[in-house]
């Protein structure tokens, strides 16, 4: 390569890593001057929702999960399918237990009455999440903001990018290395699966047929496989049975998830396959037997997933309804 093109390759390089930075680039307190009450607002919807359904915490965890894994943090997941268009609500993934719209909706019409056109879907989405871990038994950490919604939601996309219930240890290491998250982080962002319940759909298999040898998995503690089987009977077409995730103490308090999972009662394959591999097994013992170690972990992962491939600056729009795109 001759010095001019080197140089030439240089600069683009550095434009290239200039504008990204600037492209991801939120800030905390992003609304302070734009509409203070933003985040108070948010909260204040995310409370009211939560003492009318206390499900709806984990529910809005989970949103903003399935926001961020889906194109970014772009708020792509409240999109409503039209006739022209099967939108990321319509997978199985998210169709029908994702939860927590409503209080989206709130927090949005507020803001919409009183900052016309200025807090994006995205940033709320970000916010209830944080609020509901919050009031959920947690801890705080402070939501970077200035995220933009994107105009674009396809079905298609949730299944290349959301790991299903079924996935082994090294399946999920690779769908989150995806996103640009360690290992590590991958078993301690798991650990949301502390608060919250399942459809039985999500894990039947492993209780009525596991594979051609054996019906049930013997990976799943007996008796709380008996249990589970009372809750979701065989055969049944009820698409509504669920369960709670985690029946000892569904709160952030302690990290009941790893307890769980080192009794062999992680409810999902992939959550009892963190089991199976010396180094997550290692950090499933040590979140459980430490739960502030987890917490502080849990903080900072859920930092990085928010600020997951965010729209910014010009780029998408702040839509006036989170379920349709501004037209
Ligand atoms: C590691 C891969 C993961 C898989 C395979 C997975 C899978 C699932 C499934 C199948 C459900 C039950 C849905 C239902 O049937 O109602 C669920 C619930 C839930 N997940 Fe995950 N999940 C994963 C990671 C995460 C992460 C990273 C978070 C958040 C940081 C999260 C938060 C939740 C919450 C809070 C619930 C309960 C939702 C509710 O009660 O409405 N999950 N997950
Ligand atoms: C997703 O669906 C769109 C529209 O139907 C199609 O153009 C695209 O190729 C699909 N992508 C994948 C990964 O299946
Ligand atoms: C079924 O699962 C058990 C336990 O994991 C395993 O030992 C057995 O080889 C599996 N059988 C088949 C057909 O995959």
Aim: a positive charge; one cysteine or more; glycine letters at 6%.
């Amino acid at each position: 390569m001759s010095a001019r093109k080197l140089t030439c390759a240089f600069i683009t390089l550095t434009v290239v890593l200039l504008c990204q930075s600037v492209r991801s680039q939120l800030q905390v307190g992003f609304y302070r001057n734009l509409c203070n009450l933003a985040e108070t607002i948010v909260k204040e919807e995310v409370r009211k929702g939560i003492s009318r359904d206390e499900g709806v915490a984990a529910g809005l965890v989970r949103l903003h999960f399935h926001d961020c894994f889906v194109r970014g943090c772009d708020a792509s997941v409240l999109i409503d399918s039209t006739p022209g268009n099967s939108a990321e609500q319509d997978s199985p993934a998210n169709d029908p237990s994702l939860r927590g719209f409503e209080v989206i909706d709130r927090a949005k019409a507020r803001l919409e009455a009183i900052c016309k056109g200025v807090v994006s879907c995205a940033d709320i989405v970000a916010f209830a999440a944080r609020d509901s871990i919050m009031i959920a038994g947690g801890f705080g950490y402070e939501v970077p903001a200035g995220r933009r919604d994107g105009r674009i939601s396809l079905v298609n996309e949730t299944f290349t990018n959301l790991p299903p219930p079924k996935l082994n240890v090294d399946q999920l290491t690779q769908a989150f290395a995806k996103k640009g998250f360690t290992q590590e982080e991958m078993v301690t962002l798991t650990g949301a699966h502390t608060i919250g319940r399942s459809h039985c759909t999500s894990f039947t298999e492993r209780l009525y047929n596991f594979n051609g040898t054996t019906s049930q998995d013997p990976s799943l503690d007996s008796t709380y496989a008996t249990q589970l089987k009372q809750r979701c009977p065989q055969g049944s077409k009820n698409p509504n049975l669920v369960v709670p995730m985690n029946t000892d103490c569904p709160s952030f308090r302690d990290a009941g998830y790893y307890k769980n999972v080192l009794a062999n009662r992680g409810l999902f394959t992939s959550d009892q396959t963190l089991m199976t591999n010396a180094a997550t097994a290692i950090q499933v013992n040590q979140n459980a037997r430490n739960p502030n170690l987890w917490r502080s972990k849990f903080a900072a992962a859920m930092l990085k997933m928010n600020q997951l491939d965010v729209l910014t600056g010009d780029a998408g729009e702040i839509r006036s309804n989170c379920r349709v795109k501004n037209s």
